[in-house]
């Protein structure tokens, strides 16, 4: 069975960081890119980070450029999401997704979802 299971987020202070994590179980993800995408209330998913499969290039939206880095463990079957400084703005539901050989803004391209972490930063 394919799963791809998050876990990490949580209510933060702004200024604050958190780490997301996504397991992978009934596939591997060594020959994947891995997608990191947001969508706060009442506004369209967008894609945030992603982490290509065979160099380890990674891209980010300008919007966390310098304070959100991705990561992945090959061995572990996981990736993550590093998230500093965080900003009330960052709130949102994110989820990792993969399925695609390199890495793509489109989320319709991506064939597994995790389940969603929501992030709320708030004083």
């Known amino acids: 069975q394919v799963q791809f299971v998050e876990s990490g987020g949580g209510l933060v202070q702004p200024g604050g960081s958190l780490r997301l994590s996504c397991a992978a179980s009934?596939?591997?993800?060594?020959?994947?890119?891995i997608g990191w995408f947001r969508q706060a209330p009442g506004k369209e998913r967008e894609g945030v980070s992603c982490?290509?499969?065979?160099?380890?290039?990674?891209y980010y939206v300008d919007s966390v450029k310098g304070r959100f880095t991705v990561s992945r463990d090959n061995a572990k079957n996981t990736v993550y999401l590093q998230m500093n400084s965080l900003k009330p703005e960052d709130t949102a539901v994110y989820y990792c997704?993969?399925?695609?050989?390199?890495?793509?803004?489109?989320?319709?391209?991506?064939?597994?979802w995790g389940q969603g972490a929501q992030v709320t930063v708030s004083s």
């Open positions: 997704a993969t399925g695609v050989w390199s890495c793509s803004w489109a989320s319709y391209e991506y064939e597994y």
């Open positions: 009934g596939f591997t993800l060594d020959y994947y890119a």
């Open positions: 982490i290509s499969s065979t160099d380890g290039n990674t």
